[in-house]
Nanobody, 117 residues
Framework: QVQLVESGGGLVQAGGSLRLSCAAS????????MGWYRQAPGKQRELVAV???????NYKDSVKGRFTIFRERAKNTVSLQMNGLKPEDTAVYYC???????????WGQGTQVTVSS
């Protein structure tokens, strides 16, 4: 079983920065990708950023140039550095992991990010 524990959410003013971290623990022999999704009230969950096992990254268009996803391999941690935050970035952010040859998917519990104008 794999567990994902997120940290780093909070309240910040527009233009500010936050770093989210997701620590994975459990039986992880290989992983295909890890990423961050977000869900704002009344909206569907959407992909924000993802990093593959090979190090390729992909971002939602509206966060390109402001957010950076990176992995601390030794710690099995994936972080999301968010700069230039905007009120429309306000959401619950969820860590996601696609692990193993059978592509098992895991989710974290979510962390609230609130950006005030």
């Amino acid at each position: 079983q794999v567990q994902l524990v997120e940290s780093g959410g909070g309240l910040v003013q527009a233009g500010g920065s936050l770093r989210l971290s997701c620590a994975a623990s459990g039986s992880i022999f290989s992983w295909n990708s890890m990423g961050w999704y977000r869900q704002a009230p009344g909206k569907q969950r959407e992909l924000v950023a993802v990093i593959t096992g090979g190090g390729n990254t992909n971002y939602k268009d509206s966060v390109k140039g402001r957010f950076t996803i990176f992995r601390e391999r030794a710690k099995n941690t994936v972080s999301l550095q968010m700069n230039g935050l905007k009120p429309e970035d306000t959401a619950v952010y969820y860590c996601n992991a696609d692990i193993g040859p059978y592509r098992s998917v895991y989710w974290g519990q979510g962390t609230q990010v609130t950006v005030s104008s």
